[in-house]
């Protein structure tokens, strides 16, 4: 990696980087030799971190083709050697720019992130997306929005703290980008952030605080960067809220920002969005609301 450099764009760099991915490739072949599947094991996760530190665009296929191997370790670092910074900074610039294996990037991702289990997995592949003006990037938020909002709903949420991830990226694309794509991620952005006040409030009586801590590390750090550096919503009072224990005063700052049934909320103003349409065929101006928490959360275990 040292000899490599750090320059991009040399001639040195460019051949350095082409005779690394055969020496990785063919070093892949030959770990198969090994008797020990524990030695296997570990030559190949050392070598996909190599690949991963290299930080080159051009070694994306050794890191794709590896993208579901059921060992984590493996699993984490070839989703850096395609999602780090670098990689999103090589991808992303005028002069290296590369649309081919941004696509080939984001196709690979999009298929494995329905079964990727791993938090930090998940992080790495909602900043790469957030990252490209590019339709299959947008497909890839609008279904992890999805897949967390179910689990709200069902009450099978956990890492609640990736949230923080995912409801920057919503709210930012939805800022950036025209109608109607706008309104869609303002909608998802709503509905999610909606779905964890909600599950702080039905479960603040019940779990330890030690459960608490992530919801409320989700609610207070978006509210702080996403509603009010990205948004401009300074004055939501959540936090005053959330301070004050006050759960009439977080109830009226959370029907204030997400809507009551009589009137929709600042956000679905700001956005131009509703929460879709009633039997009547009239906007729906709440979000969708959390059903009983299940008897199983307030056990012991």
Known sequence: VEQKGDEHLSYYATAYIAEAKNAIESAFQDVRRLENPQSQEMVKRN???????????RLASLALQRLDAKDDVIRYWAFRAVTDSAIIQQLTSDVTRDEKTTETILTALKKRRPAETQAEMQKMLIRFCMAFDNPLARDILLAAADTRIKAYRDWTISDEMQDVTLLTALGNTAVLQPEPAKQVFGRKFAELYALTIQRYLKVKDVLPKESLEPLLAVIAEVDYTVLAKTMGVTNSGI???????????????????????TRPGQLATMFKFDYGKNASGKPITTPPELGPMPARLTSQD
């Open 47 to 57: 070598l996909m971190i190599l690949t991963a530190e290299l930080k080159s665009p």
């Open 239 to 261: 936090l005053k809220a959330l301070k004050s224990k006050n759960e009439t005063t977080l109830k009226r700052v959370y029907e204030a920002l997400f809507g009551d049934r």
